[in-house]
Antibody, heavy 117, light 110 residues
Framework: EVQLVESGGGLVQPGGSLRLSCAASGFTFSGNWMSWVRQAPGKGLEWVAIIKQDGSEKYYVDSVKGRFTISRDNAKNSLYLQMNSLRAEDTAVYYC??????????WGQGTLVTVSS | QSALTQPPSVSGSPGQSVTISCTGTSSDVGTYNRVSWYQQPPGTAPKLMIYEVNNRPSGVPDRFSGSKSGNTASLTISGLQTEDEADYYCSSYTSGNIYVFGTGTKVTVL
C-alpha cells in the first residue's frame, strides 16, 4: 500500500525557516517524480514544486522561487521541502504527492504551516 | 502560471448528471493532454479521479468521465450520488515541467 506521511509543519515567524519531510513507503520511491502541493485555509490547491527521480531536475511555482528548495533522499525514501524567508501568504497545508501519468496519484495527509508573529 | 478557471459551484439531484468545466489557455489545457481531476471531501486530502483527460485510475467508478475540447476540459459525474459531494479540482501540465490547478468547484447533491 502506498503511503506518504508528511511532518515538520508548525508555527513560524515571518522571515523564518522550516523544513518539511515526507516519508514514502509501499512503492519504489526512486522510480517516481515527487511533488509538493499546498492549500491555504479555505482556499484551493496550489502546485509548489516537483523533483525528478534522481534529483537532477527541480521546478517551482514563481511565488516560491529562490525561497523554497525541494530535495530527496532515495536511500531514505524521503522527500523534503526547505522553506526560507517565509511569508504570511505561505500559510497552508502542505501535501506531498507522487507523480504518475502527469498527475498526482497518491497524496499524504498534509502538514500545516502557519506563518505569523 | 494563472489558475485554470472552474465554476465555483454546481449542484444536482441524486441520479442526475453534472459537468464541471476547466478553462485554461493554449499554453496548458489546449496543448497538452495531461489534464487530471481530483476529488476532495471536507477535511481530507485530494484523490485522483481522472488522469490524461479521460482515464480513470483503478477503483474510480465509471460514473466519472473526462473530456477536452480546445482550451477547456470537463469532468462529468453521471448518476450523481450523495457521496460525490465534495470539492473538485482540475490540473494541467504546462511547459517546462510546471503544473497548474483549477480554482475549484463545490459539488452539492440536493
Amino acid at each position: 500500500e502506498v503511503q506518504l506521511v508528511e511532518s515538520g509543519g508548525g508555527l513560524v515567524q515571518p522571515g523564518g525557516s522550516l523544513r518539511l519531510s515526507c516519508a514514502a513507503s509501499g512503492f519504489t520511491f526512486s522510480g517516481n517524480w515527487m511533488s509538493w502541493v499546498r492549500q491555504a485555509p479555505g482556499k484551493g490547491l496550489e502546485w509548489v514544486a516537483i523533483i525528478k527521480q534522481d534529483g537532477s531536475e527541480k521546478y517551482y511555482v514563481d511565488s516560491v522561487k529562490g525561497r523554497f528548495t525541494i530535495s530527496r533522499d532515495n536511500a531514505k525514501n524521503s522527500l523534503y521541502l526547505q522553506m526560507n524567508s517565509l511569508r504570511a501568504e505561505d500559510t497552508a497545508v502542505y501535501y506531498c504527492a507522487r507523480v504518475r501519468w502527469s498527475s498526482f496519484d497518491y497524496w499524504g495527509q498534509g502538514t500545516l504551516v502557519t506563518v505569523s508573529s | 502560471q494563472s489558475a485554470l478557471t472552474q465554476p465555483p459551484s454546481v449542484s444536482g439531484s441524486p441520479g442526475q448528471s453534472v459537468t464541471i468545466s476547466c478553462t485554461g489557455t493554449s499554453s496548458d489545457v489546449g496543448t497538452y493532454n495531461r489534464v487530471s481531476w481530483y476529488q476532495q471531501p471536507p477535511g481530507t486530502a485530494p484523490k485522483l479521479m481522472i488522469y490524461e483527460v479521460n482515464n480513470r485510475p483503478s477503483g474510480v467508478p465509471d460514473r466519472f468521465s473526462g473530456s477536452k475540447s480546445g482550451n477547456t476540459a470537463s469532468l462529468t459525474i453521471s448518476g450523481l450520488q450523495t457521496e460525490d459531494e465534495a470539492d473538485y479540482y482540475c490540473s494541467s501540465y504546462t511547459s517546462g515541467n510546471i503544473y497548474v490547478f483549477g480554482t475549484g468547484t463545490k459539488v452539492t447533491v440536493l
